[in-house]
């Protein structure tokens, strides 16, 4: 079992920046990837960027150029550093991990990219 817990979400004006954090009560280099994904109501949870065991990165197209995942392997936090953040950004985001041929999800946390 896997608990993941976000942090660092909340209300921030377009072209501002926030960092979310995801601490994993397992070793991130454990995982098989590791990831970010949001949603919006009424829309399917959509993949925004993982890294896998070997630290590859990858983005969602719309993210790319924008948003930064990375990892705190001793402190076991994956993070996600958004920048230029846009109205259409605004959404819960999870936190993801593939554990042992699972998949294990966090609570979410709010983002709202508004004026």
């Known amino acids: 079992q896997v608990q993941l817990v976000e942090s660092g979400g909340g209300l921030v004006q377009p072209g501002g920046s926030l960092r979310l954090s995801c601490a994993s009560s397992?070793?991130?280099?454990?995982?098989?990837?590791m990831g970010w994904y949001r949603q919006t109501p009424g829309k399917k949870r959509e993949w925004v960027a993982g890294?896998?065991?070997?630290?590859?990165?990858r983005y969602a197209d719309f993210v790319k150029g924008r948003f930064t995942i990375s990892g705190a392997l001793a402190e076991n936090i994956l993070y996600l550093q958004m920048f230029s953040l846009k109205p259409e950004d605004s959404a819960v985001y999870y936190c993801?991990?593939?554990?042992?041929?699972?998949?294990?999800w966090g609570q979410g946390t709010q983002v709202t990219v508004s004026s």
């Open positions: 890294i896998s065991s070997d630290g590859t990165a």
């Open positions: 397992v070793s991130i280099s454990s995982t098989h990837t």
């Open positions: 993801h991990a593939d554990y042992l041929n699972s998949a294990f």
